[in-house]
């Protein structure tokens, strides 16, 4: 699934894509906060549907295949509209987006409840590191392949290389999907009885009054939101303020896949020693540096160092590697803050409420998509590296009640 997702990496990616189609920082934002609110949404909703059943798998692969299909869609879409208005290229792959993104809200519930039956209690850190590490390696190779099909070489007329990106999603997508769905589902006799909606929607908005530190969790949710808000304007902010060339965006997907690969043989380590939340406390810290790193690359001295035609270019600049930092630290930060909110979620849900804990932490997290959005105006308005800035000034809110969260 992260192979899959590294074709069309929204840190990457899709950011180059929006901003080569409409030159504009709130398209961009309004992208990534789809990705967000799409993923979030549905959530409450499903949980409530699947809470009392016993087998929750075959939910995840029916929707998680239709999800693929639409995201094979987008690229064929994209491949057909080539030479149309950058609008109606950006209307079509905006609707079938917010599809597909949907659809991966539908199918995180029943995902993480089906973790949450195979894995014990004790090694959820560590196998959310490891999976992350093993598809960390699996997806370094596809920078690769990025940055051949956005090359001239590749023969390829914008946007045609981004819609061979998502059939690949799309492909890769669904063999994972049906990879998960050989997992033999655990049956739990502890299943609860179908809520009306009212009174569910009572229940979960008591988990937050009543769990200490699944509010502190969701209250850190939202910082960390505010602290990212300018996470997807690193690659638009070095295609045009550091003009950087487009062809080393494969070059940062692979720096993104490697630090993850690294990240979490460490984050598995710390998992399993150091537990939940080490890891969101490690991770919030490296959330600072990858902020501050965009702010630091114009006054790196720009020098040529290397021939790299790996990557389509004749030379290497010093900037290009310092930036490629920001990728370093925001790979281990997302792996650490991540998989450390994931697993921490389990350890604090019961048995027969994981289905809840996990839909209304993400659900009631929907206005937090609108944190892209928020920033691309910013972006629009002052710049980039205000955004930075400001994403800056909320960690050490986010450091002192990560580290306030009680040890799982």
Not at 65 to 85: D, K, M, N
Not at 298 to 317: H, T
Not at 324 to 335: E, N, W
Not at 355 to 382: C, D, E, H, K, R
Request: charged share 10%; net charge positive.
């Amino acid at each position: 699934m992260q192979f899959a997702h590294s074709f069309t990496s929204s840190e990457a990616v899709i950011p180059a894509y929006i901003q080569l189609l409409t030159g504009s920082s709130i398209f961009v934002g309004l992208s990534r906060a789809m990705m967000r609110i799409g993923w979030a949404w549905p959530q409450i909703l499903i949980s409530n549907v699947i809470e009392g059943r016993e087998r929750k798998l075959p939910l995840f692969v029916r929707w998680g295949l239709v999800r693929s299909a639409v995201t094979g869609g987008i690229g064929v879409a994209t491949w057909f509209l080539a030479g149309q208005s950058p609008m109606i290229v950006l209307g079509v792959y905006l609707s079938l987006y917010a599809v597909a993104t949907s659809l991966m809200g539908v199918t995180n519930v029943p995902w993480m409840d089906v973790i949450g039956k195979v894995i014990p209690s004790g090694d959820r850190a560590r196998v959310f590191a490891l999976r992350r590490m093993v598809g960390g390696i699996l997806a370094i190779g596809s920078g690769l392949a990025i940055s051949y099909l956005l090359s001239e070489a590749s023969g390829l007329v914008f946007p045609r290389g981004y819609a061979v990106l998502f059939v690949l999603n799309g492909i890769v997508t669904a063999i994972a999907i049906t990879i998960f769905g050989l997992i033999r589902e655990p049956i739990e006799n502890r299943a609860r009885a179908r809520e009306p909606m009212r009174s569910y929607l009572a229940s979960g908005f008591r988990l937050l009054k009543e769990d200490l530190d699944y509010r502190r969790l969701f209250i850190l949710r939202y910082i960390w939101a505010a602290s990212m808000m300018g996470s997807s304007f690193y690659v638009p902010y070095a295609l045009s303020d550091l003009h950087i060339s487009i062809v080393y965006i494969g070059l940062f997907v692979s720096v993104t896949q490697a630090s993850s690969i690294l990240s979490n043989a460490l984050w598995a380590w710390v998992g399993k020693w150091g537990g939940s939340r080490a890891l969101m406390i490690c991770g919030t810290y490296l959330l600072g540096a990858s902020l501050a790193v965009p702010l630091l690359t114009p006054y790196v001295p720009s020098i040529s160092i290397s021939s790299f035609d790996l990557f389509g270019v004749a030379a290497l600049d010093t900037r290009v590697l310092f930036f490629c930092l920001t990728f370093v630290c925001s790979g281990f930060a997302t792996s650490g803050m991540f998989t450390g909110r994931m697993a921490l979620v389990l350890d604090l849900a019961p048995e027969d409420r994981r289905p809840t804990y996990t839909s209304f932490m993400n659900t009631l997290g929907v206005p937090q998509g609108l944190m892209p959005i928020v920033g691309g105006f910013l972006a629009a308005w002052l710049s980039y590296g205000h955004v930075f800035f400001i994403g800056l000034c909320f960690l050490p809110l986010a450091i002192l009640l990560s580290h306030r969260i009680q040890q799982n």
